[in-house]
């Protein structure tokens, strides 16, 4: 039998034998880590701090990213265990320190009409926090249409399409007829109970499609925005899907789009920025009117993005051709011929070269030019092509001819093309139009000779195209399809 007293002296006593066997093994690996070399004393961690990773694209330099990141190209050589002899090369993955504690790969997109962080965060499965986070986001209105937003480990192994809850439905409705699990989804829209959806919010559910821009609008079924981020003098387009009848209304810049309607429960506008716009944000409201009077108003922020636009050497001409009579006489028949818009597409896919040589640019559209000593500034609103290889002029897609204009005094003989939409195509300064009024023409066909008539300085052929009315950069046209 053992009394209080004498366990307590043997508890004592064990204690003293264990905290001296602990000082001497201290001291021991103290002289082995000095042995080692080792001379730090940080404690041993037990998990290794995590970071994202940025894949490297070809033009990247670890300066460019750690400004991108907001970080310090010591950091980054640091983290990553890069030397002064360490080289980058495209699809290396960096990691990012100022973003500790955050794993996956790092990409990013641009924010599409009707994009919300909730929308974004339910696509991407990334938590808002983190959203908020990588993107230095201080309230909710900096989501501009067109800005660069990053995230981490995009799910493009399943993408996913929105889904409306419709008034009066559950959401267990909408998981059976997605052919999901609720619980799943509920989970996949960061949602803790299925009871926190709400009518005519947006969910997302697994589709063989992923729909990138998603707003939940009552009798909508998806709009976009394309050529995203927006730029001065350039196009974009506004197309809305609906399974019944809705009128669409938008606005940006005091201007109104004509919308057409193209069938399958499909509208588009395509639309001009004008080359003079502040580079800035923007509000682009739209509007949605149901068959029964059911409205629906949202209104967004939009980034316009310098053209970078270069200025052309002063520039002399015929004083005639700057004559403010002949320039406004000339402006009133261009506005009425390019008013209508066409309630049908007549291109398909890329626009062809007007002239023999492409490359053979003489001037680029934007750039702002004086004439004669004048400081009034103006702008050059098509792309001229010069007189390279030959003196051919073609039709760039199918087109209805709507303006075959001889002896034009700012001009010179020029030919106009209706694509439909809106989009129309503009031949100056030819010194023969090669076709008449009222003729369709095909991608590719014959239709003048370059010349010099007109406000021009050397032969050369003025291309211009106009959407409802804008003159936009023709070079866009020439590089990107648009649907
Ligand atoms: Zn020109």
């Not at 919010?201 to 992923?210: C, E, L, M, Q, T």
């Not at 707003?215 to 079924?221: D, Y």
Request: charged share 20%.
């Amino acid at each position: 039998m053992v009394n209080l007293f004498s366990m307590k002296d043997y508890t004592k006593s064990v204690k003293g034998r264990a905290q001296k066997a602990f000082t001497l093994l201290s001291i021991l690996l103290l002289f082995a880590g000095l042995l080692l070399g080792g001379a730090s004393s940080k404690p041993v961690q037990a998990q290794a701090t995590t970071y994202p990773e940025y894949v490297v694209k070809p033009g990247d330099s670890l300066l460019w990213i750690a400004a991108k990141f907001n970080t310090t190209l010591e950091a980054i050589m640091s983290v990553n265990q890069l030397g002064p002899e360490s080289t980058l090369h495209p699809g290396d993955k960096i990691k990012i320190p100022s973003l500790a504690g955050m794993q996956g790969i790092l990409s990013s997109e641009y924010v599409g009409l009707g994009t919300s962080l909730v929308s974004l965060s339910r696509r991407s499965q990334a938590q808002l926090s983190q959203l908020i986070r990588l993107n230095r986001i201080t309230s909710p209105s900096e989501l501009f249409i067109g800005r660069e937003i990053l995230m981490t480990d995009v799910d493009q192994e399943s993408p996913t399409a929105p889904n409306t809850l419709l008034e009066g439905q559950s959401f267990l409705e909408l998981a059976i007829k997605s052919n999901v699990n609720p619980w799943a989804l509920g989970r996949r829209n960061l949602l803790q109970n299925a009871n926190q959806a709400i009518p005519q919010d947006s969910f997302y559910v697994p589709s063989s499609v992923a729909q990138l821009d998603a707003l939940a609008i009552p009798g909508v079924g998806s709009i976009s925005i394309g050529n995203l981020p927006l730029r001065q003098g350039d196009t974009y387009y506004l197309s809305v899907e609906s399974p019944g009848k809705v009128q669409v209304k938008s606005e940006l810049l005091d201007f109104s789009p004509q919308f057409t309607d193209i069938g399958d429960g499909k509208q588009i506008a395509y639309v001009g920025i004008h080359a003079l716009t502040e580079p800035g944000v923007y509000p682009l409201s739209m509007s949605f009117t149901r068959d029964d009077g059911f409205e629906y108003r949202f209104d967004q922020l939009v980034v316009i993005k310098s053209g970078n636009y270069a200025t052309d050497p002063p520039l002399r001409v015929d004083p005639a051709t700057l004559d403010g009579d002949n320039i406004r006489a000339e402006d009133a028949i261009f506005r009425d011929l390019l008013a209508p818009v066409t309630p049908v597409q007549h291109w398909d896919g890329l626009f062809y070269s007007p002239a023999q040589d492409a490359d053979c640019v003489i001037s680029t559209f934007g750039s702002r030019r004086t004439y004669n000593d004048d400081p009034k500034i103006f702008y050059h609103t098509g792309l001229d092509l010069g007189y390279c290889k030959g003196t051919d002029v073609y039709a760039p897609a199918v087109g209805k001819v709507v303006g075959a204009l001889p002896g034009l005094i700012v001009r010179g003989n020029t030919i106009i093309i209706d694509h439909g939409l809106g989009v129309y195509t503009i031949y100056m300064h030819l010194e023969e139009i090669l076709v008449e009024e009222g003729a369709v023409v095909e991608r590719g066909q014959l239709i003048g000779v370059i010349g010099t008539t007109g406000r021009s300085t050397g032969p050369h052929l003025h291309f211009e195209v106009d959407i409802q009315g804008t003159p936009v950069n023709p070079a866009t046209w020439l590089r990107r399809a648009f649907p």
